[in-house]
């Protein structure tokens, strides 16, 4: 009989905790512009995250070709809990002259990817 109350008391303390494990819900791009640089193009990217702390933020954004590859990340390395939406850059990112289109996705520390993303076409 102990071992079932802790089984129930042990589930009961999980389902307790979803909600706020999971209530800052999933990161999402809200803008995203890109110019061309010397050294290939530079992303200034918009994301809007219900940071909560340490445990549950926004982590990094990435440049995603049509195909799927990865072509660049911006990690994020510390959350923001007071400042949203927030903008961050990346420059020097290197894409093939074939690639004339690219996503950008956000990532957090629970849900993984899921939230908004922005496709952009890249200036010549």
Do not use: C
């Not at 307790?16 to 640089?37: F, H, M, T, Y």
């Not at 894409?95 to 200036?123: E, N």
């Amino acid at each position: 009989m102990a071992k079932e109350r802790k089984v129930l008391l042990i589930t009961g303390l999980f389902f307790l905790l979803l909600p706020s494990l999971a209530s800052a819900g999933e990161a999402d791009v809200l803008k995203v512009d890109v110019a061309r640089d010397g050294a290939g193009y530079a992303f200034s990217v918009t994301l809007q995250h219900n940071d909560e702390g340490w445990q549950h933020y926004a982590d990094k954004w990435e440049v995603v070709a049509p195909d799927g590859q990865v072509l660049a990340t911006r990690v994020l390395y510390h959350p923001h809990v007071n400042e949203q939406p927030f903008t961050r850059s990346l420059s020097a990112v290197s894409i093939d002259s074939t690639v004339t289109s690219v996503s950008v996705r956000a990532h957090d520390s629970i849900h993984d990817y899921g939230g908004k993303t922005v496709k952009v076409t890249l200036p010549e």
